[in-house]
């Protein structure tokens, strides 16, 4: 997973918490997304960027806000954490003219 | 997005060949077909992709049905290490990848 840095590795919030999970690259990647895994499942896509100041929408955008005001950097917000967000969250970088993903190692969040 | 299936889980043996298969039969014309695997408590790696042709590379190689409703990913010899969840993906214009539940691979000493 070199390249993409997750941060943090794991968390434990209470229902209406607010947390930012951070993503940083070193690639100079144009693509940024954000995943999250629950148990047993495939991973599903929140929140997807192709560029400083572009942001778009996966198949499970609501609860979570992104913002992407530099290339290396894509934080994901939670503004109020509920017991349904619990999960693996992975961010994931591409180039755009290539068709290989790069992934972090993962933040397991737990919401109580 | 085109749909995958994929069997739930394949099991095999230490130094054999491995062929996880991938249905897709309502591929577009646009449509790659990548393999990502994950390692217990990793995130996705990514194995290969293709279009149309067979494709090889220090991992494994994919072999496309003619017709790419269909393609096979073989690990030519497993190794413990290789054991992991396998998924099979198509990505067209969008280029998003969208993750079904994958192959369960169990390697056997």
């Known amino acids: 997973n070199a390249g993409v840095t997750q941060t943090p590795k794991f968390q434990v919030l209470k229902t209406g918490q607010s947390m930012t999970l951070q993503c940083a690259q070193d690639?100079?990647?144009?693509?940024m997304s954000w995943y999250r895994q629950d148990p047993g499942m495939g991973l599903r896509l929140i929140h997807y960027s192709v560029g400083a100041g572009i942001t778009d929408q996966g198949e499970v955008p609501n609860g979570y806000n992104v913002s992407r005001s530099t290339t290396e950097d894509f934080p994901l917000r939670l503004l109020s954490a509920a017991p349904s967000q619990t999960s693996v969250y992975f961010c994931?970088?591409?180039?755009?003219?290539?068709?290989?993903?790069?992934f972090g190692a993962g933040t397991r969040l737990s919401v109580l | 997005d085109a749909k995958t299936t994929q069997p739930n889980s394949m099991e095999s043996n230490e130094e054999e060949p491995v062929h996880l298969p991938c249905n897709h039969s309502t591929i577009s014309g646009t449509d790659y077909i990548h393999w990502y695997r994950q390692l217990p408590s990793q995130g996705p790696e990514y194995v290969i992709h293709g279009l149309t042709s067979n494709v090889n590379n220090r991992m494994a190689s994919l072999a496309i049905a003619e017709d790419r409703k269909s393609s096979t990913l073989i690990l030519h010899r497993a190794t413990l290490r290789d054991a992991a969840v396998y998924y099979c993906i198509l990505s067209g214009g969008a280029q998003k990848l969208v993750f079904g539940q994958g192959t369960r691979l169990t390697i056997n000493p």
């Open positions: 690639m100079n990647h144009e693509y």
């Open positions: 994931a970088v591409r180039q755009l003219a290539k068709n290989i993903q790069y």
